[in-house]
């Protein structure tokens, strides 16, 4: 390799990675941007005064809006997979990992309380909207939601949840109380949503496990009265 290949190489690495540091920036203003105004609020416009570049300069590393907040959307369920999904896989199988997922989820959503999470904003947006990008947070949402129900699989193959358990039907209570929780929390302000998202997921579980594992969770207080229930409604 000659010295002047050898030297255009270099810069044309170089070049290179000033050029993914350039999108990554970009990408972390568009994020902050779609958290508070939603997806439909990116504009390549908004974007090049936010980061002070020009609009072509924006243009030049996504090439249309539409890949601008697909991008958008596969950063943010990146960040999402290192906050909530990652760590949670360091709990052991069964119920452990999945309450870790669910608290993970849930300090999250605490998060997002002066922003917004994109998965729901954009859903409220794209609902009725068909396109790559509805197909791409739908693509993530599912991603997700496989994740989950692959925890809950394992909790009965550990012999902690019933054998009999509808998966599909535990996911969709769960990601309702996250529902709820976002709409209580952000909407309403209500300072007890994180608590009472705890305790309908706790709740949840108690349902669907087997005797042995129906303990409450660490720290809770158990309740006579759901114990109750059962026996009053046969009464009637």
Known sequence: MTTDTASRRHTGNRTLHKGQQTRATILEAALGLASHMGLEGLSIGALAEVTGMSKSGVFAHFGSREELQISVIREY???????????????????????????????????????????????????????????????????????????IRLAVDEGQLRADVDVSQILFEVHGLILALHHDARFLRLPNAVERARRGFDRILADYALPSTSAPRAGAQASPAPAAAPAARKRR
Not at 105 to 125: F, H, N, P, T
Not at 132 to 151: G, K, S, T, Y
């Open 77 to 151: 369920h990146t960040k999402f997979e290192e906050e909530v999904f990652f760590p949670a896989l360091r709990e052991p199988r069964g119920l452990p990992r999945l309450r870790a997922l669910f608290e993970n989820w849930v300090r999250r959503v605490s998060k997002e309380l002066d922003s917004g999470c994109i998965y729901i904003s954009g859903a409220v947006e794209f609902d009725d909207r068909p396109g790559p990008v509805r197909d791409a947070l739908a693509a993530m949402v599912l991603a997700w939601h496989n994740a989950l129900a692959r925890a």
